[in-house]
């Protein structure tokens, strides 16, 4: 059973649907027995860095979340992602899950911001079954994006600099853009989510 | 690259997707989620619900319409028309939309833009100005394109910016209907003062319509109607048409 972390920051209804569809049960939860209970850990999430980590922290999520990441696979989408890292400087800075060392932050770009829409999807060799998705658009709608080490990153796109868009450290993965939104190839990039994490 | 995005519009009155804003002799063309889905799979990049029902019991109908769409289709969607409140933004947010679109509520109301940006973040919130020529500037009109605010457009767009607005859906009052292509001077005249987003609206009658406002202005989308429902073009004629004047199209 997968297990979407439930804190109140945004709709989850087609993460849900995307696991489901892949043959999944899923339960939306925060409670604390049936996260351990759980066979993998997703933390969605819309909204700002600093809102968020307030509300995992007043639902007492931060310590179990890091204690979960230790052993079960566990994915970060859109600010799930973003929370996985260091810290982040969206509504002042704040300290994230540390999870995978970096930063967020706003993106650098002479372009507009939200980077909203498909974007392309530049795949390093770190995970080679991601390979497949070299070149392939995805949906993107954020402005700020982690900056971490490149033994971390699994992709990037382009949007006037290089954007983290997906991160990789042991069996915690996140992804920028949102794979729920991304048509066929969102789909298929969860299913190799959760292929990977069974290796 | 960040592709141009492609937008069908679908719009809804009492639960089935009809023909046109305009009230006199609607046509039903079918099933909203149905549409919606065929659409996302023939490769649109987005979809856009405009529910133009008037009474209570059909907004009902559109918040199951959000709920199977979200189960159904994988792409993101907007649903605008008749959003007046948060309480309206939270019920369509919450039954799986990805944006609201909000008009004329926001021109009586512009705090309602802030309210919507700070509750729910500036990436859920589309603000959709109709746009009329008015001498030498542009008249920002409600009432379904009726009445004039005597608002300047360009301005407005810029106020619904610093309000937090996340998108601009841009129609042109002139040109909507007439097929003749969407309208370049007021696309670009917005596009060229604001950072976020716009999508142009209204005029087109062919695919070579979206190249030629890719290529004119920094127009981030386009979104039609009546060219796709009524079968003359397909998603995959306007993305080839786009490719084949070297606009960035995401090919499904």
Avoid at chain 1, 31 to 56: N, W, Y
Wanted: proline share 3%; with cysteine; net charge negative.
């Amino acid at each position: 059973m997968i297990a979407i972390i439930d804190y109140g920051m945004g709709n989850v209804a087609s993460v849900q649907t995307a696991f489901e569809n892949l043959g999944y049960q899923v339960v939306l939860t925060d409670d604390h027995a049936t996260l351990r209970k759980s066979s993998h850990i997703i933390l969605p999430g819309v909204g700002s860095f600093q809102a968020a980590m307030i509300e995992i922290e007043s639902r007492n999520l931060k310590k179990i979340l890091i204690e979960l990441a230790e052993t079960k696979p566990f994915l970060g989408i859109c600010l799930g992602m973003q929370l996985l890292f260091t810290e982040g400087t969206e509504g002042g800075l704040t300290k994230g899950l540390n999870l995978i060392p970096g930063s967020v932050d706003r993106i650098d770009t002479a372009h507009i911001l939200p980077h909203i829409g498909w974007n392309q999807l530049q795949v390093t060799d770190l995970v080679p079954s991601f390979q497949a998705f070299n070149d392939e658009f995805v949906y993107f709608v954020h402005t700020f994006a982690a900056k971490t080490a490149k033994e971390y990153i699994v992709a990037t796109t382009d949007y006037g600099g290089e954007v983290t868009a997906i991160v990789r450290k042991g069996n915690v993965f996140g992804i920028q853009f949102h794979p729920e939104k991304s048509a066929t190839i969102g789909g298929e990039i969860m299913k190799t989510f959760l292929e990977e994490v069974k290796k | 690259m960040i592709a141009k995005r492609i937008i069908p519009c679908l719009d809804v009155k009492d639960g089935k997707v009809v023909k046109g804003t305009n009230f006199v002799g609607l046509r039903e063309l079918g099933d909203p989620v149905e549409m919606a889905k065929t659409y996302s799979e023939a490769g649109a990049d987005e979809i856009v619900f405009l529910d133009i029902s008037a009474t209570h019991e059909a907004r009902d109908t559109i918040v199951d319409i959000v709920k199977e769409t979200a189960r159904n289709v994988h792409v993101p969607f907007t649903v605008g028309g008749g959003v007046r409140s948060i309480e309206d933004m939270t019920r369509l947010l919450q039954a799986g939309a990805d944006k609201v679109g909000i008009n004329s509520a926001a021109v009586t109301d512009p705090q309602l833009i802030t309210a919507g940006a700070t509750r729910f973040g500036s990436q859920c919130i589309v603000v959709a100005i109709d746009a009329k020529k008015v001498a030498d500037r542009w008249h920002v009109m409600t009432h379904g394109g009726r009445k004039d605010t005597g608002i300047d457009a360009v301005e407005w767009a810029q106020e619904a910016e610093q309000r937090g607005a996340g998108e601009i859906l841009l129609t042109s009052v002139d040109t909507d209907g007439v097929k003749n292509g969407f309208d370049l001077s007021l696309t670009r005249a917005i596009v060229e003062v604001i950072r976020i987003p716009v999508i142009a609206s209204g005029g087109v009658g062919h695919p070579d319509h979206f190249a030629e406002v890719f290529d004119a202005t920094n127009v981030s989308a386009g979104l039609a109607a009546s060219i796709f429902h009524e079968n003359t073009y397909t998603i995959k004629a306007v993305k080839a048409a786009c490719k084949a004047k070297g606009v960035n199209v995401r090919e499904a």
